[in-house]
């Protein structure tokens, strides 16, 4: 269930991150002078490195999110609700603010490192 769970969360970071991206590169892949077989190659290395970055994208603010998460609690302070969405929201404007991922993309991140909140939860309080 956990290799689904990834596989669909992997696949709405692709789609979130890369959405600008894939249409611009996918029109020059489009107009460019190569045959049907060729551009569909390119299209499909296109969308397989697409789904990639969103994965690493993904892990790379779960990753930061944990760590921040961790600093929290070293300081004596328990986490809960607010105080998740709190650093989900830090850390998604971080990656914005450095230009790594449009607005559509940040949010779309938020979202999915929001629903994450369950399973930090239970990690949290063991």
Not at 83 to 108: C, H, L, P, Q, R
């Amino acid at each position: 269930m956990e290799d689904k769970k990834k596989t669909n969360t992997a696949g709405k970071v692709a789609t979130g991150v890369a959405l600008g991206a894939l249409a611009g590169a996918a029109a020059g892949i489009l107009f460019a002078p190569k045959s049907g077989k060729e551009t569909r190659k390119d299209i499909e290395k296109l969308a397989k490195d697409t789904k990639e970055k969103g994965v690493e994208l993904y892990e790379k603010a779960k990753k930061e999110v944990a760590k921040k998460i961790e600093n929290v609690q070293k300081a004596g302070k328990k986490i809960d609700g607010e105080d998740y969405k709190k650093i989900v929201d830090e850390i998604v404007e971080g990656f914005k603010g450095n230009g790594k991922v449009t607005e559509e993309a940040s949010k779309k991140l938020g979202e999915l490192l929001r629903e994450d909140w369950k399973e930090v939860k239970k990690k949290i309080s063991a």
